[in-house]
């Protein structure tokens, strides 16, 4: 993927997750129970965490090739990671905890293939 799409990519999972955060605390906060909000205030902290890293990685890419591996990394534990704490806030299956783990896996390959691709290209 090209530097200017991981850019783009972070940049909308930005905007989501002002929206997801926004929505949890107008529209959920009376309606989850405090391990269910607790649930969501960290899928939104980490989505936005890994947003302004695909950005960051994106402007990386700019200036140096490879290292791609660390951009699907962030997008998938994102997604995994996030997207099952969202999920159980909502009333999925406790289950979904179980899943969990893989996305935050998943971003820590991410950070590991970032560092290793900024050493690689010096």
Do not use: D
């Amino acid at each position: 993927m090209t530097s200017f799409k991981w850019i783009a990519f972070g940049a909308v999972l930005g905007a989501l997750t002002v929206v997801f955060g926004a929505f949890g605390a107008h529209a959920l906060k009376e309606r989850l129970s405090p391990e269910q909000l607790a649930w969501w205030e960290t899928a939104v902290q980490y989505q936005a965490y890994h947003s302004i890293a695909l950005v960051l990685f994106g402007l990386f890419r700019e200036r140096r090739a490879g290292g791609g591996l660390a951009g699907a990394c962030f997008v998938a534990g994102t997604v995994i990671f996030s997207g099952t704490l969202y999920a159980m806030a909502l009333g999925a299956p406790r289950w979904f905890g179980a899943i969990t783990p893989l996305g935050g896996t998943a971003l820590i390959v991410g950070w590991l293939a970032f560092a290793a691709a900024a050493v690689r290209s010096r």
